[in-house]
């Protein structure tokens, strides 16, 4: 692990908290809001997103819905430049124009090769970019964690920061920077370790 990304306490949601070239232009307003959400409910965004030209940020321990919305908030209060992959399911019409305004890339895991098009594509587009993915795959209690998030950093020249759901101090953090050995298995194994610091809403479901 490096300390490069290790958390610090912020009273506040700011744009400062995400490096200029991975910010994007949503209005006042957006950004007002997910502070004050933030705000109105005491939780603590601690830390800050990598200073690279792109970052893969993985989401953990994800147990509950409300992960998304925390999740979302955070992203709006510091205006990142943000694409997460998301189950194409709950792309349902007359909603996908603005998941996907909100940074969506619908997958479906019947088709895992389709992914890295996706993501391709959106990195592309976008140049500077920030990936979310929750390599859980699912809210349930999961034995196997994916490792498709490794290829997806690896092929996309990401940084890989770890953002963590900690319901029971009321935060997430944006903490360490990964460096991955090559050794899916290990560095899935070790990834798992740096988490359980964490508590999810559900942590039964970790």
Known sequence: MSDRGVSKKVN?????QCPEHLRTN???LTRWFGRTFYRSIGWNLEGNIVDSE????VAAP?????DFVFGI???????ARVRW???HTIFKPGITWFMRWLGGIPVNREKPDAVMGY???AVKKDNGVVLVVAPEGTRKKSPKWKSGFLRIAEKNNCKIQLGALDFANKRIVLGDVFEPTGDNEADIAAIIEYYGQ?????PDQF
């Not at 506040?12 to 400062?16: A, D, L, V």
């Open 62 to 66: 994800h147990t509950s819905n409300w």
């Open 73 to 79: 908030a955070a992203v709006l209060g510091i205006n």
């Open 198 to 202: 964490f508590k999810g809403k559900h």
């Open 85 to 87: 992959l998301g189950k």
């Open 119 to 121: 993501v391709d594509e």
């Open 54 to 57: 792109r970052v893969l940020i």
């Open 26 to 28: 949503r209005s006042r």
């Open 12 to 16: 506040t949601i700011s744009q400062e």
